[in-house]
């Protein structure tokens, strides 16, 4: 499915040679009307493949979340295009496509984190015997099948967003997205979050978009795409 | 920094202020509302019991006394209207020759009356037949000399010659057993009936034929002044205006040294009243209080939902300088802005339902909200500071039992508030004592206990139900809503474990409003059904057509009356006088196959058997008779006996000896008094005395256009007989609640129940609002379809209306079972069961459910949209 408004430019490309998954062309995203109308993303035009390691960068505000969540298929762009050449409607809408790592803590609550795990299976119809499994391989892939049986809040922040990787993970998806995963971490949980990040991509052939504004973390990624004021630049 | 922080408080939280300000407008407006009532039903109370006395005051004047001076200082009596002096003689007998036939009779009462009597004590006399000017015959005494209008009557007197007078009318006199008290005796030395045999004459004639036996026999011949009082003047507590009451009366009889015994009829009927008004007051406290106590939990479930948001701005405060003291003021400004706003919604909506007229009660409503607000908002903010300084943090699963499940209070509680119920039923579940004579009442306060113990060992009851349902139960749990949740049921089930404190009191707070809302509902439905029974077991039928002395009905007229349209059925009824020994009763005539299709018998008249069961044995044989309980006392009657009544014979009019056999025992019947009174086989009646004449024909129109029907029928009868409806008794029944603006209580009663188990229902949700909002949000951003979004999100309120309504009704159920027999005094006759409002229920049940699912799904709908924003903000 594409999503089209406006004249296709030329598009940055990752340096990978696998499959095209996300294609922006100069998708744009405005909200509000008239006076009061706040563009967050502005003719935003690149291509995400299976094998693209990208870091979107930039200062809060920038529009680094809505860019994700454009090529996720989360939002709909106001002006250009984006498409997802592998697949006819947004990936968003099938966890086998691609999943998501939010920004805090987004574990459901009240149930321990091999069911939150679990969790994105049992939405696709698994049994719940079936997706326990899953989520336990999951678990045992990132090394951390010691929390299977915690709560959320018996977790650090750290631990938490392993387990939310964990959570994409178990649905094997092509692309997965981090929208500033270690954000509220300190230095080293963060490093092992992106750690597992990496290794989860690595090992689902998957491509992997996060967004930050630690260049210390950007540097992990083999490619670095900045945003300023809804303009993004992609680095060669 | 206290303006700045109202001012963003009102800019920022408008809704969630407003919400808790509502909770509490509920309180106030209920209490109010209640107060309301209380004051106007005291104030109805006080009104009707003086204004069904006859004659306020009887003071008897001593023997060589005199009358003039007592009736001058009765007159100047603060507060009297009117006073009258009345001539008191005893006579022998009576004689009189009619239609043939002599009778003579045993003593008899001469009452002389002055000019203006009947008009200045018009519920004293009621004319039946006949004129008023002239000499009158009492009903009963007309009966037994068999004279009508116009004829003469020989009147006895003790040691001088009889003199004759002509009759000129026959009257009844309502209050006898009051008007001929035996003035100043106390209640055991009264007489146990007014006397047979009366005649009235009129004060000049009295005088002339008493006034010498005055003076030779002042024990035979007395006066009595009889006054009329001043019913605007009384307090409008029926307790003041008995203590007031018995002061003047108490006070006339000092300022008459010892000249006047003052028969305070009045005093005596607001010393009934002044009980009904502690019933008036036990009834709002049995029914407004857990409604007050409901509303207080809403408030408190609204603060809660707000509880993350105040923890967190506290905690920013805190770090920003604030110390301890500043923000307790400011949690003080946010619980008096609540508790203000709240007070002022309550008593605008009370005054707006037109339910806040008394100022005492308005204040107390308006500080009860006050005091509301200071306990569900104040305290539970400044709990929180001390944990935001302790650094704190809210955990929203639950792994261990809370200390009172453990010790099972719920249990104990309920098992307290039984052996309590167990100890009222002892003392017949006594409510208010009014000791005779004694001016102020009690209230057995400890009859509360029973059903309050018994709410809240219940609720807590509800919430372990909810609680191990949710830990033993979650494989049941599961499979029960795989249905629905299909893959996701399990883990459903665990969050909802998890969750179980949070689930558990929301359970309890649905099933605690229900069981008000249904208690409250299922008592006042009893209530107005036994209300309806007592009118017509005082009217005897829809409509009752008495027939007037003189008058032969027999059972062959129903048809007449059968024609009329509208009337259902008619079924005649006999009404003879039997003397049982030497005590004349009332004898009922049936026919027990028919009665029934024109009046109601409820069981609960008859004793040891049902009304069908009494019916059948009456039918059994034809001599089988019924007898009022009080007569089987006296007389030591066992099933089987034979009974000899003295009846009147027609041809003759003489008492014969008549045998019947006793089968069983009547508390209460259509029309009958409430003492002694015998039920019998019409045709057996008949077949003895040679006459079936019908005293009273039973009329039903099947509830409807009563009014009407009775109209159409006393152009039938026109002035053979009298014409009474149900709706005359209505307003007659008692002087008790009964007769009182029940009906507005009950409409606000059942207004406010419901609209607290719609807010109860609705506002379950706002609890953990904050966890619900996530976890629908992570769905959502996890690809959950909106379909599994509004499954997912609806399990949890559906299982707290599901144990909040199973519990609320079988809580509501008891409860009402509890108040019912608790508040036996209330009910004349008291009820064989419980009257179920259906409507209200299935309103009751629908409101609810439509409550918690239109909130569940705003919930659900405004998270998953703002999924996002949510998830970048969590």
Request: a positive charge; hydrophobic letters at 50%; aromatic letters at 6%.
């Amino acid at each position: 499915m594409n999503t089209s408004t406006g004249a296709r430019p030329a598009l940055p490309r990752d340096p990978g040679t696998s499959t095209s998954l996300v294609v922006c062309d100069a998708a744009g995203r405005t909200f509000g009307h008239g006076s009061v109308a706040v563009v967050a993303v502005h003719g935003a035009s690149c291509v995400v493949s299976s094998s693209s390691r990208v870091a979107l960068v930039g200062p809060s505000g920038s529009g680094k979340s809505t860019l994700l969540q454009l090529m996720a298929g989360l939002d709909t762009p106001t002006s250009g295009s984006v498409s997802w050449p592998a697949w006819d409607s947004g990936p968003f809408q099938d966890p086998s496509r691609a999943g998501m790592v939010f920004q805090g803590l987004s574990l459901i609550p009240s149930i321990t984190a091999v069911e939150n795990v679990a969790f994105p299976l049992l939405l696709q119809g698994f049994s719940h015997k079936q997706a326990i499994a899953l989520a336990i391989e999951s678990l045992d892939l990132l090394a951390i099948t010691g929390l299977a049986d915690k709560l959320p809040e018996e977790l650090s922040g750290g631990q938490a967003q392993r387990v939310a990787v964990a959570r994409v993970v178990t649905s094997r998806p092509r692309l997965i997205f981090a929208d500033e995963p270690t954000g509220q971490l300190d230095r080293v949980s963060g490093d092992r979050v992106i750690d597992v990040l990496l290794e989860a991509a690595d090992h689902l052939g998957a491509g992997l978009v996060l967004s930050t504004h630690d260049a210390a973390v950007a540097g992990r990624l083999d490619q670095t795409w900045r945003m300023h004021d809804g303009e993004l630049v992609v680095a060669a | 920094m206290i303006r700045i922080w109202l001012a963003g408080l009102l800019r920022k939280s408008p809704a969630r202020l407003l919400a808790a300000a509502g909770g509490i407008s509920i309180a106030v407006a209920l209490v109010a509302g209640l107060g309301s009532f209380l004051v106007t039903s005291q104030a109805t109370m006080t009104q009707r019991a003086a204004a069904q006395v006859a004659v306020d005051w009887q003071v008897q004047v001593a023997a060589h006394r005199d009358p003039n001076a007592v009736l001058n200082a009765v007159r100047s009596a603060p507060g009297t209207v009117a006073a009258l002096p009345v001539g008191f003689a005893d006579s022998p007998g009576l004689h009189a020759t009619a239609g043939g036939t002599t009778q003579d009779t045993g003593a008899a009462k001469v009452l002389g009356l002055p000019p203006g009597y009947a008009t200045t004590f018009p519920l004293s006399i009621r004319l039946l037949t006949g004129s008023q000017n002239g000499v009158l015959v009492a009903q009963q005494t007309a009966a037994n000399l068999h004279v009508t209008p116009g004829d003469q009557v020989r009147v006895s007197r003790a040691g001088l010659a009889p003199y004759w007078v002509k009759v000129a009318g026959v009257v009844e006199l309502p209050q006898a057993d009051s008007l001929f008290q035996r003035v100043g005796a106390p209640s055991q030395s009264q007489p146990v009936a007014p006397p047979d045999n009366v005649i009235l004459l009129p004060a000049a004639q009295f005088q002339a034929e008493y006034a010498g036996l005055a003076k030779t026999r002042p024990d035979l011949v007395t006066t009595q002044i009889h006054a009329r009082r001043d019913h605007a003047g009384l307090p409008t507590d029926p307790s003041s205006a008995f203590t007031a009451e018995t002061g003047a009366a108490n006070n006339l009889a000092v300022r008459t040294s010892g000249a006047a015994v003052v028969g305070n009829n009045l005093g005596a009927s607001l010393d009934a009243a002044r009980g009904d008004a502690s019933y008036a007051r036990i009834l709002f406290l049995f029914l407004g209080a857990p409604g007050a106590l409901l509303a207080a939990g809403l408030t408190a479930a609204i603060t809660q939902a707000g509880a993350d948001r105040r923890r967190k701005e506290q905690s920013l405060l805190r770090a920003r300088g604030s110390t301890p003291t500043q923000l307790i003021r400011l949690v003080l400004v946010e619980a008096a802005v609540v508790g203000v706003l709240g007070g002022l919604i309550g008593l605008g909506v009370a005054a707006v339902i037109g339910a806040a007229s008394s100022w005492p009660w308005d204040l107390a409503a308006g500080l009860a909200g006050l005091a509301i607000a200071a306990a569900v908002v104040a305290v539970p903010a400044i709990r929180d500071l001390r944990a935001v300084a302790a650094g704190e943090s809210a955990k929203v699963t639950q792994r261990t039992q809370p200390a009172w499940m453990r010790f099972g209070l719920d249990v104990v509680l309920i098992a307290l508030g039984l052996g309590v119920f167990w100890a009222s039923g002892q003392n017949k579940y006594t409510l208010v004592l009014a000791p005779e004579g004694v001016p102020t009442i009690s209230v057995n306060y400890w009859a509360f206990l029973a059903p309050a113990l018994a709410w809240l060992g219940c609720g807590l009851l509800c919430w372990r139900i909810a609680d191990t349902v949710l830990v033993r139960g979650r494989r049941v749990v599961a499979w029960a809503s795989r249905p629905v949740l299909g893959p996701l049921s399990q883990t459903v089930a665990s969050m909802l474990m998890r969750q179980r404190r949070l689930v558990s009191r929301s359970a309890v707070l649905v099933a605690l409003a229900l069981a008000f809302a249904v208690s409250t509902a299922t008592f006042n439905a009893t209530y107005r059904q036994q209300a309806e029974v007592d009118a017509q077991l005082t009217n005897g039928a829809d409509v009752t057509v008495v027939e007037s002395p003189g008058a032969h009905a027999t059972p062959a007229d129903a048809a007449q009356l059968a024609s009329v349209s509208g009337v259902k059925a008619v079924e005649p009824l006999q009404h003879r006088f039997a003397y049982v020994g030497n005590d004349l009763q009332d004898l009922y005539g049936i026919n027990p196959s028919t009665v029934t299709r024109a009046t109601t018998l409820q069981d609960a008249y008859f004793q040891g058997a049902t009304a069908a069961q009494s019916l059948a044995q009456l039918k059994s044989r034809p001599d089988a008779i019924l007898v009022s309980a009080e007569t089987v006392n006296d007389f030591q009657l066992n099933p089987g006996d034979l009974v000899k009544l003295r009846l009147q014979d027609a041809q003759t009019h003489t008492y014969r000896s008549v045998s019947f056999h006793f089968v069983g025992i009547v508390n209460e019947f259509p029309t009958a008094p409430k003492d002694s009174f015998l039920v019998a086989n019409a045709d057996y009646i008949a077949q003895q005395t040679g006459s079936d004449a019908v005293g009273t024909f039973l009329v039903s129109t099947g509830g409807s256009n009563v009014s009407a029907v009775a109209d159409r029928i006393r152009n039938v009868v026109g002035t053979t007989g009298s014409v009474g409806t149900i709706n005359d008794a209505r307003g007659l029944v008692g002087s008790s609640l009964t007769s009182v603006d029940l009906a507005k209580l009950t409409r606000l009663e059942l207004a406010f129940a419901l609209l607290i188990a719609a807010a109860s229902g609705g506002l379950v949700i706002g609890l953990g609002i904050a966890e619900r909002r996530r976890a629908i949000a992570v769905a959502t951003g996890l690809g959950a379809t909106r379909r599994q979004v509004r499954r997912f999100g609806s399990a949890e309120p559906a299982y707290v209306l599901l144990v909040g309504t199973v519990c609320g009704l079988a809580t509501g159920w008891g409860l009402s079972y509890l108040l019912v027999k608790v508040l036996t005094g209330v009910f004349d006759p008291p009820p064989t069961g419980l009257t179920a409002p259906w409507g209200y229920l299935a309103a009751l049940i629908a409101c609810t459910v439509a409550a918690v699912g239109f909130a569940s799904v705003v919930v659900i709908e405004r998270a998953r949209r703002r999924a996002r924003s949510l998830l970048r903000a969590i």
